[in-house]
């Protein structure tokens, strides 16, 4: 009887202890924003609430921030990869130092916005007013710049390699000195020569 009692409560301990070690195993942290990756907790805001978050944590890569007013903001040094930023007032913004690399602009207004350093690689700025912008010696490599508005935009320094300019308009008013445009597409569709800096070399102007 004595052996029969201790075979039952050793039964009952190594019981409670697997029940024990498989809640240890199972049990998860709270999920909150960017536990996971900022990828996949991020990509779902928008709105105020993603502009919320960007602003305390620098960062908002994925977010929606489609026709929201962010004139004067100071987005410097944000990490704001593939966001969604069409049509949204950039006026006056400062955006130095930022990563907005696969990013939307289409249609963004970024008149005297402050873009230098910045990384626009493959962004989408077709249609963006980028008048009076000064994006030097950032990084635009194959970004779509087409039909944008370029007067007096700024672009010394900045690799400009393989972007597209098809439709721009007052191209001719905007300074590329020192920008490479290697490869890229002037505002009538030619090809500008490899190693084209300052001037796109082979580009027949009308």
Not at 46 to 75: I, T, W
Not at 93 to 105: C, D, E, F, K, T
Not at 132 to 160: C, H, K, M, P, V
Request: overall charge neutral; some cysteine; hydrophobic content about 40%.
């Amino acid at each position: 009887m004595k052996a029969f009692v201790v075979f039952i409560l050793g039964i009952g301990g190594l019981s409670l202890g697997a029940t024990g070690l498989l809640a240890e195993q199972t049990a998860l942290p709270p999920r909150t924003i960017g536990s996971v990756s900022d990828s996949i907790s991020t990509r779902f805001l928008q709105g105020e609430e993603a502009l919320d978050y960007l602003l305390e944590h620098r960062k908002c890569p994925k977010c929606d921030f489609s026709g929201m007013d962010l004139q004067g903001k100071d987005l410097a040094q944000t990490d704001l990869r593939w966001a969604n930023l069409t049509g949204v007032n950039l006026n006056q913004a400062n955006l130095q130092g930022a990563n907005l690399s696969r990013a939307y602009l289409n249609a963004a207004s970024l008149q005297e916005a402050r873009l230098d350093e910045g990384r626009f690689t493959g962004a989408q700025l077709s249609g963006a007013d980028l008048r009076g912008a000064a994006i030097r010696r950032a990084n635009l490599a194959q970004a779509n710049l087409s039909w944008t508005d370029l007067t007096t935009t700024d672009f010394e320094g900045t690799n400009l390699t393989g972007a597209s300019f098809l439709g721009a308009h007052n191209i001719r008013a905007a300074r590329f000195e020192q920008a490479d445009l290697s490869k890229a597409t002037w505002d009538n569709g030619r090809g500008c020569g490899e190693g084209a800096f300052g001037d796109c070399w082979g580009a027949v102007r009308r």
